[in-house]
Nanobody, 130 residues
Framework: QVQLVESGGGSVQAGGSLRLSCAAS?????????IAWFRQAPGKEREGVAA????????YYADSVKGRFTISQDNAKNTVYLQMNSLNSEDTAMYYC??????????????????????WGQGTQVTVSS
């Protein structure tokens, strides 16, 4: 059974940073897949924030996080990271990582493509206080 496990969430003040990790078991990030981070705040729809194509390292970001968040992969550790800087209260949400088989990319973050992500983690909470 494939498992994606997120970690690294927590509480931080506005302007601070956090790094989230998504570790996979029985799933190789070295395959040509998309690994993405989604988030969902209370009362809001789920939003794709960043994705990486593990076949070549191409990255994709939502406009709301461009320039502040960086997604990266460590194949040796079978882990994808989301470095989040300059956090603000709008970033408060439950963050999930998800995997989609998508040979050749690109990785899609729009809601219409969420169905492609067939493995999901349980989520890690990020709370930003002002």
């Amino acid at each position: 059974q494939v498992q994606l496990v997120e970690s690294g969430g927590g509480s931080v003040q506005a302007g601070g940073s956090l790094r989230l990790s998504c570790a996979a078991s029985r799933y190789k990030y070295t395959n040509k897949n998309c690994i993405a981070w989604f988030r969902q705040a209370p009362g809001k729809e789920r939003e794709g924030v960043a994705a990486i194509y593990t076949g070549g390292g191409s990255t994709y970001y939502a406009d709301s996080v461009k320039g502040r968040f960086t997604i990266s992969q460590d194949n040796a550790k079978n882990t994808v990271y989301l470095q989040m800087n300059s956090l603000n209260s709008e970033d408060t949400a439950m963050y999930y990582c998800a995997a989609a088989p998508r040979p050749g990319g690109p990785c899609m973050l729009l809601p219409a493509y969420e169905y492609e992500y067939n493995y999901w983690g349980q989520g890690t909470q990020v709370t930003v206080s002002s």
